[in-house]
């Protein structure tokens, strides 16, 4: 299983994951060591980090399917973004 992690299920109940499944949080990819109910995928007991591949694009619009971490080129102005997690949303910022 690969996805985005979710916390809790559409009923409202914690999310489980099992030994195995491999999720998205935070623009990374973790794996589950072992079986687990609610517990954050950077909590190392439960979830290992994979490899992180960061992603360049240029052009004069960003992919549309960025990353936190990804780079990229804008060939119309010239400047270098990162897309960063703001805590309350994720964004393209300058650098």
Same mark, same amino acid.
């Given at each position: ?6 916390a809790?299920? +559409?009923?409202g ?6 030994? /195995?499944d491999? &999720?998205?949080?935070?623009?990374? @990819? *973790?794996e589950?060591?072992?079986d @687990?109910?609610g517990?954050? +995928?950077?909590q190392?007991? *439960?979830?290992e980090?994979?490899?992180y591949? &960061? ?11 960025p990353? &936190? /971490?990804?780079?990229w *080129? ?7 973004y990162?897309?960063?997690d ?5 964004q393209? &910022?300058?650098?």
């Amino acid at each position: 299983m690969k996805s985005n992690y979710k916390a809790y299920t +559409p009923e409202g109940l914690p999310s489980s994951y099992h030994e /195995g499944d491999i &999720v998205r949080y935070k623009g990374r @990819s *973790f794996e589950a060591k072992k079986d @687990s109910t609610g517990e954050l +995928p950077t909590q190392t007991e *439960f979830w290992e980090e994979l490899a992180y591949s &960061v992603k360049y694009t240029s052009g004069t619009n960003p992919h549309s399917t960025p990353q &936190v /971490g990804d780079k990229w *080129f804008d060939t119309s102005s010239g400047k270098l973004y990162t897309y960063i997690d703001a805590g309350t949303s994720n964004q393209w &910022v300058e650098i």
